[in-house]
């Protein structure tokens, strides 16, 4: 019997980034936990490489004009939408059979609430004693929205460490609940106490995460045990589009080093993880403590062949040469730089600085240290025009970097969902607050915003290809002929001449049909008039080129 289950719910959409899901934050609510004596298990829905295809919900059914065709080709996106995970029913009967007075629910993400709902209702359908708390950024935002539904006994607004083991001493042995920081429940008279947010001030006081409730052998990348770190919580920005930033009640704070490094030495030693992703929204905006920890994560684990991302992306300003050889030097081998946009009027929409020239210099010396490096852009913001975004997609053409375009959607708390709500512009339910989902139609509309995304894989493949001809690797694919990889690479390069001579962006089905996307041909044509003035640049580092070269001379 388990006293407390802290449940990671399923996801529904069109895709999952399953190397993004390990559950941090609830193993830092275990941990809180145990130390006041409660015994407690995570369930995971996620932990597993279990999808099925289900049904479009009617709400989307318009993305089908741009997602309903199954394409193998390299500028294929979506088409199935599907639930990742265990079913609500395995989760209800193991909380069922975990026997859990309690039982806390992840509600991280607005678009995904409906799935948590499910699980509320099937813990509840097998474990109907038990009380169930919702935690995370929706019930934050949202604190009367999530307690109308009855599944749903409790919720708490921000960080869980100080307020579960408060709420689970109160049910156990009788307690004033009204005095938990944070907390929302209805009253007798079936009004809601509503807590302001809370939040730990002091982030070295919290326990390390139970690293031993996470699923290290699910969650690998490349063969190696993965694990997440977060040296720091909020932001120390005000961007617009983002609920940690501007209006955010949980405040910039930061870890010693000598806690982030305790941490690490407990998953590296004890749990034998090589990879290590910092999820922080801002990790290196202290340079000096940055480096501080690059230098004693080399001193202490040189030789332990970590590899180290900072996946949530990296504030090029923060960066210089000498702090980006200290990176490669402890374990970095990408570097994922947050470019926002090259639009100085959007960027002025955004409240985010200009960082070109930052961006380049970075990119200048990942080259020079052998990274890779990723270019992170955002289109489809409101007021934000395609061809601001199709710029931004030229300028990275022209550099050794990866694109990386995200599709605008309205993060509730940020001042950006603010102005969605002005221009009326937010979307008709929750569940349509995602990328996916092209939730914002505004100065760009929903077909512009699919063809960057397509533009943007076509740009990726064309670097891809002049990776392939800079490293001479004719006589590997000749020798690799056959596989899927390279037959998907021969569609792409089919269909890549054909969008070069007329604009159309096509896609071939798995039984070999050619068909086109529905696409912006303006947008389309632009682009191609663009390239021809610049040279598109691959994005591998010159030192993966000079190691791949000397694999094949051997």
């Given at each position: 019997?388990?006293?407390i289950?802290l449940?990671?719910?399923?996801?529904?959409?069109?895709?999952?980034?399953?190397?993004?899901?390990?559950?941090?934050?609830?193993?830092?609510?275990?941990?809180?936990?145990?130390?006041?004596?409660?015994?407690?298990k995570?369930?995971?829905?996620?932990?597993?490489?279990?999808?099925?295809?289900?049904?479009?919900?009617?709400?989307?059914?318009?993305?089908?004009?741009?997602?309903?065709r199954?394409?193998?080709?390299?500028?294929?996106?979506?088409?199935?939408?599907?639930?990742?995970?265990?079913?609500?029913?395995?989760?209800?009967?193991?909380?069922?059979?975990?026997?859990?007075?309690?039982?806390?629910?992840?509600?991280?993400?607005?678009?995904?609430?409906?799935?948590?709902?499910?699980?509320?209702?099937?813990?509840?359908?097998?474990?109907?004693?038990?009380?169930?708390?919702?935690?995370?950024?929706h019930?934050?935002?949202?604190?009367?929205?999530?307690?109308?539904?009855?599944?749903?006994?409790?919720?708490?607004?921000?960080?869980?460490?100080?307020?579960?083991?408060?709420?689970?001493?109160?049910?156990?042995?009788?307690?004033?609940?009204?005095?938990?920081?944070?907390?929302?429940?209805?009253?007798?008279?079936?009004?809601?106490?509503?807590?302001?947010?809370?939040?730990s001030?002091?982030?070295?006081r919290?326990?390390?995460?139970?690293?031993?409730?996470?699923?290290?052998?699910?969650?690998?990348?490349?063969?190696?045990?993965?694990?997440?770190?977060?040296?720091?919580?909020?932001?120390?920005?005000?961007?617009?589009?983002?609920?940690?930033?501007?209006?955010?009640?949980?405040?910039?704070?930061?870890?010693?080093?000598?806690?982030?490094?305790?941490?690490?030495?407990?998953?590296?030693?004890?749990?034998?993880?090589?990879?290590?992703?910092?999820?922080?929204?801002?990790?290196?905006?202290?340079?000096?403590?940055?480096?501080?920890?690059?230098?004693?994560?080399?001193?202490?684990?040189?030789?332990?062949?970590?590899?180290?991302?900072?996946?949530?992306?990296?504030?090029?300003?923060?960066?210089?040469?000498?702090?980006?050889?200290?990176m490669?030097?402890?374990?970095?081998?990408?570097?994922n730089?947050?470019?926002?946009?090259?639009?100085?009027?959007?960027?002025?929409?955004?409240?985010?600085?200009?960082?070109?020239?930052s961006?380049?210099?970075?990119?200048?010396?990942?080259?020079?240290?052998?990274?890779?490096?990723?270019?992170?852009?955002?289109?489809?913001a409101?007021?934000?025009?395609?061809?601001?975004?199709?710029d931004?997609?030229?300028?990275?053409?022209?550099?050794?970097?990866?694109?990386?375009?995200?599709?605008?959607?309205?993060?509730?708390?940020?001042?950006?969902?603010?102005?969605?709500?002005?221009?009326?512009?937010?979307?008709?339910?929750f569940?349509?607050?995602?990328?996916?989902?092209?939730?914002?139609?505004?100065?760009?509309?929903?077909?512009e915003?699919?063809?960057?995304?397509?533009?943007?894989?076509?740009?990726?493949?064309?670097?891809?290809?002049?990776?392939?001809?800079?490293?001479?690797?004719?006589?590997?694919?000749?020798?690799?002929?056959?596989?899927?990889?390279?037959?998907?690479?021969?569609?792409?390069?089919?269909?890549?001449?054909?969008?070069?001579?007329?604009?159309?962006?096509?896609?071939?089905?798995?039984?070999?049909?050619?068909?086109?996307?529905?696409?912006?041909?303006?947008?389309?044509?632009?682009?191609?008039?663009?390239?021809?003035?610049?040279?598109?640049?691959?994005?591998?580092?010159?030192?993966?080129?000079?190691?791949?070269?000397?694999?094949?001379l051997?």
């Amino acid at each position: 019997m388990t006293d407390i289950l802290l449940i990671q719910p399923p996801v529904r959409d069109f895709y999952l980034t399953a190397k993004r899901t390990i559950p941090y934050g609830l193993a830092c609510i275990a941990a809180a936990l145990r130390v006041r004596g409660f015994s407690v298990k995570i369930l995971d829905a996620l932990s597993t490489s279990r999808s099925r295809i289900i049904d479009l919900p009617v709400e989307m059914e318009y993305l089908r004009q741009f997602y309903g065709r199954p394409d193998r080709s390299p500028f294929g996106l979506f088409h199935h939408y599907r639930h990742f995970g265990y079913s609500f029913e395995h989760i209800g009967r193991s909380a069922g059979d975990s026997g859990a007075f309690l039982v806390g629910i992840s509600a991280l993400f607005t678009p995904y609430f409906s799935q948590v709902l499910s699980v509320a209702e099937a813990v509840k359908r097998f474990n109907p004693a038990c009380r169930i708390v919702a935690g995370g950024h929706h019930p934050t935002a949202f604190p009367e929205l999530t307690m109308e539904h009855h599944a749903i006994d409790f919720a708490i607004r921000g960080e869980g460490e100080v307020s579960m083991p408060l709420l689970a001493r109160a049910l156990k042995n009788g307690g004033d609940i009204a005095s938990i920081p944070g907390i929302v429940f209805r009253k007798e008279d079936g009004s809601l106490h509503i807590g302001e947010p809370v939040f730990s001030e002091d982030l070295d006081r919290l326990l390390p995460p139970a690293a031993d409730l996470i699923d290290n052998d699910f969650y690998q990348r490349k063969h190696k045990k993965s694990a997440v770190i977060t040296a720091s919580r909020g932001c120390p920005m005000k961007c617009t589009y983002c609920s940690l930033g501007a209006g955010s009640p949980l405040p910039f704070r930061r870890r010693s080093v000598k806690s982030v490094m305790d941490e690490i030495g407990t998953v590296v030693t004890r749990y034998n993880v090589r990879f290590l992703d910092f999820e922080d929204e801002n990790l290196s905006f202290d340079k000096k403590w940055f480096r501080h920890l690059l230098k004693e994560i080399d001193r202490c684990f040189n030789g332990y062949g970590l590899e180290l991302r900072a996946m949530n992306g990296l504030l090029p300003v923060t960066l210089d040469d000498a702090t980006i050889h200290a990176m490669q030097i402890a374990g970095f081998k990408t570097l994922n730089l947050a470019l926002g946009s090259t639009s100085l009027i959007q960027l002025s929409r955004f409240n985010r600085p200009d960082v070109r020239k930052s961006f380049d210099l970075a990119l200048k010396s990942a080259g020079k240290y052998g990274m890779d490096a990723v270019g992170y852009v955002i289109a489809g913001a409101p007021d934000q025009s395609a061809e601001e975004s199709l710029d931004d997609l030229i300028f990275l053409a022209a550099r050794r970097v990866l694109a990386g375009i995200s599709i605008f959607y309205p993060a509730p708390g940020s001042r950006d969902y603010e102005r969605c709500r002005a221009l009326k512009i937010l979307p008709d339910t929750f569940s349509l607050m995602r990328s996916s989902a092209l939730p914002v139609s505004h100065v760009t509309s929903r077909r512009e915003a699919v063809t960057l995304l397509r533009l943007g894989r076509i740009l990726n493949f064309m670097k891809f290809l002049a990776d392939m001809e800079n490293s001479n690797t004719r006589a590997l694919r000749r020798n690799g002929a056959g596989t899927p990889s390279d037959v998907r690479t021969e569609i792409g390069k089919k269909l890549l001449d054909m969008f070069l001579i007329d604009g159309r962006i096509r896609g071939q089905t798995p039984d070999g049909a050619i068909f086109e996307h529905d696409v912006s041909m303006r947008l389309t044509h632009r682009f191609i008039g663009k390239l021809k003035v610049i040279r598109v640049r691959g994005a591998r580092s010159c030192l993966d080129q000079y190691r791949l070269h000397h694999t094949q001379l051997k």
